[in-house]
């Protein structure tokens, strides 16, 4: 019996009913999934509607096309939920996957001596001490997230590798009892490129998501500032938005387009 789709737009209804099928594990990493036809049937639409959601899962690298095979469920797909901090370590244990990290880079230099606008952003002096950390995250051995993190030293001194190594948020709130209140977050679209195409392990110019972010303790003090490089096809970016409200000005940042591509050229 076909599970019928009631509300508009349709498209996006199966697009989202598609989903939880994978997230309610009807199906499992690596198995094939329903076909345009089985999924006309079970669900009512047309063949063109089946293979407009299809095609969308297989954009996002949730599904995986096999030429003359089907259409299989990838793995390595996480959400990253934007109203919430949550561990990565958390967030991929909870997703019954194996996460590991790979320290690059873990070194104390004068707040000056850093990126442009880190000791502004950190509200630091030139001459105070921040860390600088290069992180890969993996899952699953495979690297999902490529992290730049400076960090104010004087909250969390004698970090050391180890902490570095597992959940900085653990090392924050259980080592240094500090209390992380939230974080301000910039994310935008960005091909990979170059080292970093490399280090994530994939092609030059691969989709990738971008999240710059500056982190606080209470009382909207400064603990981190990141800049941290997303696999696009790793991960999916979730938020829940609230009530229709009167019109504003919007909230984000038009960008340079044409600066951006003379940077990366």
Request: aromatic share 8%.
């Amino acid at each position: 019996m076909a599970r019928r789709l009631v509300r508009d737009p349709i498209y996006q209804q199966l697009n989202q009913a598609l989903r939880d099928m994978i997230r309610n594990k009807e199906f499992a990493v690596g198995d094939q999934f329903p076909t345009e036809r089985q999924i006309c049937e079970q669900f009512g639409v047309s063949r063109a509607t089946a293979n407009k959601a299809l095609s969308n899962l297989v954009a996002e690298g949730v599904l995986e096309f096999r030429k003359g095979v089907g259409t299989f469920v990838r793995g390595g797909i996480l959400d990253y939920d934007l109203r919430t901090l949550v561990s990565f370590t958390e967030k991929a244990s909870a997703a019954e996957k194996a996460p590991s990290t790979l320290v690059l880079l873990l070194e104390a230099l004068l707040a000056k001596d850093a990126a442009t606008d880190v000791a502004k952003k950190l509200r630091l002096q030139p001459d105070e001490v921040v860390y600088y950390i290069e992180r890969l995250r993996l899952i699953d051995d495979v690297p999902v997230i490529l992290e730049h993190r400076y960090v104010v030293v004087k909250f969390c001194p004698d970090l050391s590798e180890a902490d570095v190594a597992g959940s900085l948020f653990a090392a924050w709130t259980e080592k240094y009892k500090l209390d992380v209140t939230g974080a301000d977050q910039t994310i935008r679209a960005v091909p990979i490129r170059g080292k970093e195409a490399k280090l994530l392990r994939v092609r030059s110019g691969a989709a990738g998501l971008l999240v710059t972010a500056t982190g606080y303790l209470s009382g909207g003090v400064p603990l981190w500032w990141e800049r941290t490089l997303y696999r696009g096809d790793a991960y999916e970016f979730q938020n829940r938005l609230g009530p229709i409200q009167t019109a504003r000005p919007a909230a984000g940042t038009l960008l340079d387009i044409e600066s951006q591509e003379e940077e990366r050229a």
